[in-house]
């Protein structure tokens, strides 16, 4: 990951709805949700939901599927894990430490509740 793509993921997650909307659908799995679930579910107004959602978009962190009528999000895991890998490749200074053991965020259960 470059650190344009790291900065713009960064700046859409610097924010509390987007933040919110992120952590939802990491919790929903690779399943996602529809958008009419995430915006119930955080008390969004959908114009609000649809602004915030097209910013995760952009920055790479969110993906979208049609599903019938619905169009259903999902977390991008592949982007979340490469800007963790970024914020912690040089970690420890190459030292042996906790975030060196992560093979993932998800510790390979995605979409699993925990």
């Not at 995430?38 to 978009?57: E, M, N, V, Y």
């Not at 790479?60 to 019938?68: F, I, T």
């Not at 999000?73 to 190459?94: H, I, K, P, V």
């Amino acid at each position: 990951m470059d650190s344009n793509l790291a900065v713009r993921a960064l700046g859409a997650l610097a924010h509390d709805s987007r933040l919110a909307i992120f952590r939802v659908l990491v919790a929903a799995g690779e399943n996602g949700m529809a958008a009419g679930e995430i915006a119930q579910q955080l008390g969004l107004a959908p114009s609000s939901l649809s602004f915030h959602l097209k910013d995760l978009s952009h920055a790479d962190l969110v993906k979208s599927r049609q599903e019938g009528r619905f169009v259903i999000y999902t977390a991008n895991f592949d982007a979340m894990n490469d800007l963790l890998g970024f914020l912690t490749e040089n970690c420890c200074a190459g030292a042996t430490c906790a975030a060196s053991t992560l093979s993932n965020a998800c510790g390979g259960n995605r979409g699993s509740s925990r």
